[in-house]
């Protein structure tokens, strides 16, 4: 079955980078968008971005200057990289799979990693 | 800005009672909306897109209705472990979700 993973560092310092990776299973990365959300009590949800298998990208104009995600087919994964945090980027953060086919929706979730920026 | 409304904030109801949510945008999304259930500890669970078509293994006591700007899911007769966080999600611009609806136990 389709599964995602979540792995990173789960304290980051305030102004440095938080970087994720979400190693996908059991489903070859074609034909997807391979996405990340982020939730927090104060703000809920929010979409931070998607990469095709492709290649390309698109974010959030909330965080587009300072993300950048990537994805390497060959090793199943994809990554997230997301410059000068601030304590506004605590959040749990999701790997998640979005299919557009005939319908479109976020189909497969990882379970969530929590990231806390803090000296 | 567009935004996704919710209501209400909780809802309060029995096991076996029906449950009514709604979901309005700010702007018309035609049909380009989904539902999640969340529990806690646990990611967002698909349960409806395209405002009305269940996602695979949804029980039918679920359903999704509505397009253009208001939408609602309604759970027919509620289950225990129907007790959960519910939000909706637009996909017409960009993606956005909505901030939930508490199901609770009354």
């Known amino acids: 079955q389709v599964q995602l993973q979540e792995s990173g560092p789960g304290l980051v310092k305030p102004s440095e980078t938080l970087s994720l990776t979400c190693t996908v299973s059991?489903?070859?990365?074609?034909?997807?968008?391979w996405t990340w959300i982020r939730q927090t009590p104060g703000k809920g949800l929010e979409w931070i971005g998607y990469v095709y298998y492709s290649g390309y990208t698109m974010y959030n104009p909330s965080v587009k200057s300072r993300v950048t995600i990537s994805i390497d087919t060959s090793k199943s994964q994809f990554s997230l990289r997301l410059t000068s945090v601030t304590t506004e980027d605590t959040a749990v953060y999701y790997c998640?799979?979005?299919?557009?086919?005939?319908?479109?929706?976020?189909?497969?979730w990882g379970r969530g990693t929590l990231v806390t920026v803090s000296s | 800005e567009f935004v996704l409304t919710q209501s209400p904030a909780t809802l309060s109801l029995s096991p076996g009672e029906r449950a009514i949510l709604s979901c309005r945008a700010s702007q018309s999304i035609d049909s380009y909306l989904a539902w999640f259930q969340q529990k806690p500890g646990q990611p967002p669970r698909l349960l409806i897109y395209?405002?009305?078509i269940r996602a695979t293994d949804v029980p039918a006591r679920f359903s999704g209705s509505g397009s253009g700007t208001d939408f609602t899911l309604t759970i027919s007769s509620l289950e225990p472990e129907d007790f959960a966080v519910y939000y909706c999600?637009?996909?017409?611009?960009?993606?956005?979700f909505g901030p939930g609806t508490r199901v609770e136990i009354k």
């Open positions: 998640v799979r979005y299919v557009v086919d005939v319908l479109a929706g976020f189909d497969f």
């Open positions: 395209e405002a009305s």
């Open positions: 059991g489903v070859s990365m074609n034909d997807y968008y």
């Open positions: 999600q637009q996909r017409r611009y960009l993606f956005t």
